[in-house]
């Protein structure tokens, strides 16, 4: 199994940046692509960016061109920068890893946009 620990949510008012780490442990070798999604208060969870293990990214369509996430030195470790954050930001954002029978979820980091 893997298990995946999110950090770097916070409060930051609108048109601020922050930073979320996920880091994974046990079968690493079995992560195809790791991403993050998000949830808002009544709404359903949404893709925010996923990365394969090549470096493909993709983006959801609300965060293209003020979010990107990027690899750590190692496989297990996969960061999102959010710069230009907007209230609409706000929401519990949850990594996700992928691989050869493997779906799993963090436990989530809150990050909350407002002045």
């Known amino acids: 199994q893997v298990q995946l620990v999110e950090s770097g949510g916070g409060l930051v008012q609108p048109g601020g940046s922050l930073r979320l780490y996920c880091v994974a442990s046990g079968r690493i070798s079995s992560i195809n692509v790791m991403g993050w999604f998000r949830q808002a208060p009544g709404k359903e969870r949404e893709l925010v960016a996923t990365i394969t293990s090549g470096g493909s990214t993709k983006y959801g369509d609300s965060v293209k061109g003020r979010f990107t996430i990027s690899r750590g030195n190692v496989k297990n470790n996969v960061l999102l920068q959010m710069n230009s954050l907007k209230p609409e930001d706000t929401a519990v954002y949850y990594c996700?890893?992928?691989?050869?029978?493997?779906?799993?979820w963090g436990q989530g980091t809150q990050v909350t946009v407002s002045s």
């Open positions: 996700n890893a992928v691989g050869a029978l493997l779906n799993n």
